[in-house]
């Protein structure tokens, strides 16, 4: 079973992941040139990779489901 959940969760946890460090730094740039003002370009970056990676897990959630139900 361990082996079987691992399978599931290792692909979705490397786009999650890669998804997440990506979002980050284009979010700091973005923040850096159109917010310096309102909060630290690292802040929105952050916020950036966390929606990023809501939504990376939202969209695989249905597929990770289907597989772990044994639907095709």
């Known amino acids: 079973m361990n082996n079987e959940?691992?399978?599931?969760?290792a692909p979705v946890a490397k786009a999650g992941a890669g998804s997440a460090v990506a979002a980050f730094v284009l979010g700091t740039l973005i923040g850096?040139?159109?917010l310096p003002d309102a909060m630290r370009p690292?802040?929105?970056g952050m916020i950036f990779a966390l929606v990023t990676l809501l939504l990376v897990l939202l969209c695989a959630a249905p597929?990770?489901?289907r597989?772990?139900?044994?639907?095709s």
């Not at 959940?5 to 969760?9: D, L, N, R, S």
């Not at 597989?67 to 639907?71: D, K």
């Open 32 to 34: 850096w040139v159109f």
């Open 5 to 9: 959940i691992a399978t599931i969760v």
């Open 42 to 44: 690292w802040q929105f």
């Open 63 to 65: 597929f990770v489901w």
């Open 67 to 71: 597989r772990y139900s044994g639907q």
